[in-house]
């Protein structure tokens, strides 16, 4: 039921065709997702600048383009994460405007290119290996509106090389730090600033590493008390979270 | 070397009186960490209203009290952490002006009661069990200067109580939300804001609870893009995080 | 806004006190819970029968005993689960009628004894170091209106004593099955018999059985295809779901 | 020994032509299963509706075939799971009345289609990575007589979608819910209906979600006492015992 | 129905005055524990020596003391394991001819003292703090009839210790192995002899030893094809099969 | 020092051309393997009819075949287990009387067909993916000289075809029980026979399966005393004991 | 048989009172042990200055007492490690000259003070809750005659504190580096170093940290090439290896 | 800022020219790399001998070729590890002089090869299986200067074949040790050797050596004390530890 029909209902009411008992029966099954879409409407516009998103992992090249189109009409960016290369030649052929980054898989059309954010977003990452991750990390970053810089190659045996940056560190509003390994970076960075820290463990390393299980269980009991924690590999919502904490 | 130093050097230099070698040797091996102090105090002041903090978990009852003693002479705000209840004794008997938390072992002297925050932080809980860790949440939002309110017991399986306080979570610049069991609260609510949300797995449960594991993993796999998230039990830390999100 | 109020609303814009817009207006934004909450009772109507219960864990004596008189001014039935012996005493000097079984630390007031199941529920247990799990389930399951049947020591390493038992298994119209150790019992009996088989992990064993993992882990794999599973030590969940299986 | 040797023997004794000794000495030693196997008869009879069942992975398509050509001599209704596409093809080419799931992998002979189940099975799934595993639980409850509906793609972090869905949840008579990363689903459901949940944990997800661990774990500790759980992608298992649960 | 009511059936029959069907049917539902009886009569006899055991861990001392004097009335030889001081000292009382070693907390009747092994058995440990463990197994092995040795302390770090121990493994028809930490021992020794070695995995140790997993999960994919692994800190069982690997 | 050295040593020393302290010295600092060797004859001698074996699993084809034929010149009977298809191709072409299982990858060269048991070997497993590792167990036992029996399909869910099987299971002097998914088999065997039960855990099942962790664990924790446990999958091992025990 | 047996065999050989034959096969079963206790003695006087050392934790204080009086009577320096204060009340009382250090529960004999190390040790830990396992290893490092400087509390979220150690760190031969929590701190000194750093993961933390798993984890994948890893909170062992490295 | 520039600026702070406000204004923001690099260098002077390396796992051909041409430019040595046989081809294409090693996948540019080591460096390995870790080993510790031997295949369930390598062991000034399966080796040797042992856990093993984990907790809990430990696999950091300790 939407506003239209909740009008009409109750000007029926209004003109006596309707009397009070059906109107109280029909209201108390009025089905929730009526109201609560408008709510949803409401906060889809809260949500200004937020692309619409499509997680590539475990769907077809067709499926991916079908859903990309589709969301593409009513959207004026467009995030596609995880896609193959498949994937990602047969969504550009459909959407020249797309942008494709072969390295974290995203695909990302980007007409809205709005500013929103309060300051900067800083991207960094540990070594080489990890650039995937904030490869993704920046391309959200960037589709959901905010200024965005990037360091790499920072690790925490080269302590030098980190120091070096704290200038830059310190211009960032939020961060967003990859790192795979003993996932010790964020602490590191998160003793250096004041500000929010989203630590991104990553999957790279080998062995005691188990696939990012050291660096997540490192992330989660840093000592430093800005740092939070998303899931292995996942630079789209490290970036996605830091994107809220810039927004004014 | 503090800044009174570098300037006397810098003053023989001009004088004639230390060469321009011997200035380089000397500054070449400056100590960083003077400089860096410098910095440090810069940091400090961006980070106006951070209580010093200190965590009780594995001190002794003097320990506490000795360095609550030493802090709080410089600070105008204090707060210990996981403090048994015979440390709390030992602390309020030396420190008047200190709150106790009997819950979450909690100590709290809250001189500056500076608000600095954008908007309210939003602290949640699960269930009843779930408390401890949102009162440390909450003690330490409010000591860090934030408005804050209060939900309570508002499990993901009695989904009705939890719709009927979506406008109260509308209201938060930022939630902190603490689960214990299977942790699925914060994708629930990270569903219904805009907002970022700080989900604090907590130790409650039992069998395969395995003491947070299970809602630890649960939130950091979440299938909300606005979820973070924080160590077992880490209700400071959560909120620290918020804080930093609240601030202008 | 409950139904009175929704009917004085409806009332007013019959009466043409209220226009239409402002009906609209009130009406988008009538608060869910209220709806939800006739749903809630309607809800509640269907599960009569279904005990108010407190999980006494982790609550004080004090905290048990004040929601057990509040809860139970309003419901026929009360089970407590886990609760300590000294949680126990004071329950029971404020409820003269409440039952207390010291293995399972359950406390039961069970004033409406209608049955309500369709059949028998059978409780197993493998060995006697399960039986306060075994009794858990047996005090939900009569509380909740089954007839009920129990079935002691029938590990799967006397395969003979559960075959000599196959006759009374097969009258059960669910099963709830607790086993510790390896965990096979619910794979052997559900191999017995064609109604489902709830099985309940223990944390009974030591070294390899990791406080029920193994357990665990054993019943969701099971072999047999009737077989689900619920938390370790979970005999109010094993029945309670049983006593559902059970109802018309 | 079946009814017909045991008939015999008696008659032998009653003829006086074998005496009670040796009577006794051969029943003592009767091979249990054939006494047994009446059992299993009248057994499978209380099982109408049960199809034959042949889990495909890690057979050949050869071995598939011959068991599906030989089980299907005696049954009305078979069903594969778990077959390649190879497989498929093997099976299709030899039974041409057999149905193939692409998605899921499942082959179906569906022949006795009489409806057994006192209600209807609602197959619900978090995502569009899980609907393999909902079409696998779907296919089976089909073809052990269940009026079944499925409602896809309705995860705990759209809950507006999930509650405008309410009144087709309360419609089942059990539900089956699929859901990998967090495995929050089940609890939110379990939350809104009175009827036994059957929880299947996907392997969907990475990362932290462990190939369905995350999940697993979520689901065995829900809050929703109605819930129970199958292994990891058992869409078939949870079907079975939701059509126990669903017949008369 | 054991044998003298088959024997009364059968000359029901042969006397006429029980018909053949009737005697069918009364044997077709004869219990399956009264044939299978005679069968666990006969394997008891097999198993001639093998004492009534008592796992003493999570029950009473009551409990203990009671079912100990049962059994006690009909076999020879009675083992408790894992049993309290507190119950030690209840059943000593009870039964003054037990003996008991409190470190491993067994509790031995020991009235036949035949010997049944074809050989000795070799109790072996790797550390003072593994003899619990160790004497758990001698006591049991004794109990069983066999000649035991025992050689205590030979880690494998202290290689010539155990180099200097050969001629005395050698003599070993079975060995039983018991280590904490790494658990190396049983692989060493596996090299040494080329008899079955038992090798049980013990929760001595800390950190990385995770309460005898590592022993557990070293001893399992030993180099050496001779060793087969029981369960943590299983002094008994370990014992056990050794004393039937030494039957004759 | 081989015995030559060793007694041209002495023979010096008996002729006064090596005085006392010179020989001393040389034997102070004999080579240990050398006397050791002469051990390792005699203790090989032990141990007629073990034959040489080969771990294929990460040998190239070649190492394989070099090492096959090199061990073949010395020993009547060989083993190569794991082996690849190409592999076997390999081996089978070098050495023409080899015999290739492809469902266990084993390769066998089986010259010395010598009975060298006190009874039988019984080789189980529960379901028919399990049979690759009870064929290499089966393979193993015959070719250390043993008289096998095998039944295959026997899982803990279909018990009255495991108890139609207990006669042949009381045949064996010792069995070898291979099961997936929970593992349960060793347990249910365990409690029907008196001798030792070899349990072998395999990789079969999926999702809480984990590799066979789930049946390594049940196993390692049985209820059954006669249990012993080998690595996952190794059918090998666990022959290779159950031939151990299975000598005079 | 020691020297002086096997010099009498010797010269009864060149006295032609046993001849060779005989000799040949004493010395052919001549223990080991024998020979390989010469080379045990060789190898302590290699290893002058490793202390006696008792393991504490598990031992009676009755026990440790006993074995430090008769360990002291032979050397100069003792070293117990975890012993309780009761443990230690009883050793004082015994060895008058003995040291407690309350924190660590060591208790040290330090009568030999011959330094023997290249250069100094260096001892660091992260936090104060991790200076019990530094202190273990500082006393360890001093008793094996080591020159040894500490610094502690200078953890990697503190980068400025570390930085303005580095002088002092690279003073070092070998550095000992205990960290709780994430474990950070080995790799970030470890980059800032050339010289070996002993990483000993401590228990200190909660939840994720998982009693020092997350540490250990962290360490074990650290980016930095120079850091290995000791057990969790062994210190003692982390000093060991750092003794021996500092060794000439 | 580097000496060059700090020297202009203390040159115009002589001549006047700048004063020393605006001096100690850019001195104290001064870059801390800069002077930290000078650190650096003096540092990088300390590591003579220590080859440039790229770890070659994740990275195309094209960029470790890249890599490689530009860091031979500087350094006398270069070491690759990890790199794919694609990798190797066209390193060795671009730089003639460097070595393949295929088993390990090392490439190796080694010009400089001067003798840096105190000893020499033992590599010792287990199994065949485990040679090409062994190898990584041995080709990074010739690199860095070490004279090195290696022994292999001297599994500990092989005891004599280890003693008969003990004199060479006792050659070496600090082992590395590689293992697989239940790893262990190092404690084994550990205890026969009074030099540091760098235990190496390798991923060779099945079942419950869980890649490399039953290893590297067996290693990290040894029983010998002179034993630390790498990350599974990690040959080169294990040698690379090796050479440090072998530093004068």
């Known amino acids: 039921m939407d506003q239209t029909q909740l009008r009409e209902l109750l000007e029926r009411v209004r003109a006596g065709e309707t009397d009070v008992d059906a109107a109280v029966g029909r209201l108390r099954h ?54 193959s290369k498949e994937c990602a030649a047969m969504v550009l052929a459909a959407i020249p405007e797309a942008e494709h980054f072969p390295l974290s898989g995203c695909i990302r059309v980007w007409k809205d290119k709005t500013m929103r954010g309060r300051g900067k977003i800083g991207i960094v990452c540990a070594g080489t290996s990890d650039i995937p991750v904030a490869e993704e990390a920046r391309v959200t ?64 390393g080998y062995g005691a590493a188990f696939q990012g299980l050291a660096a997540m269980l490192g992330m989660l009991t840093s000592c430093a008390s800005n740092v939070t924690v998303v899931n292995i590999d996942n630079g789209f919502g490290g970036a996605y979270v830091a994107s809220l904490i810039n927004r004014p």
């Open 141 to 204: 970053a960037e589709v959901m509106g905010n200024e965005v810089f990037a360091i790499h190659d920072v690790g925490v045996a080269g302590i030098h090389r980190l120091m070096s940056n704290r200038e830059k560190l310190m211009e960032a509003k939020v961060l967003v730090v990859c790192a795979g390994m003993e996932g010790a970076l964020p602490s590191a960075i998160g003793g250096l600033v004041s500000v929010p820290v989203i630590a991104v463990p990553t999957s790279i």
């Open 30 to 83: 009025m089905p929730f997702e009526d109201i609560g879409f408008a709510k949803v409407d409401h906060h889809r516009a809260l949500r200004h600048g937020v692309p619409e998103v499509i997680f590539g992992l475990g769907k077809t090249p067709e499926q991916v383009t079908e859903i990309a189109l589709r969301l593409q009409a009513n959207a004026s960016n467009l995030l596609v994460t995880r896609a």
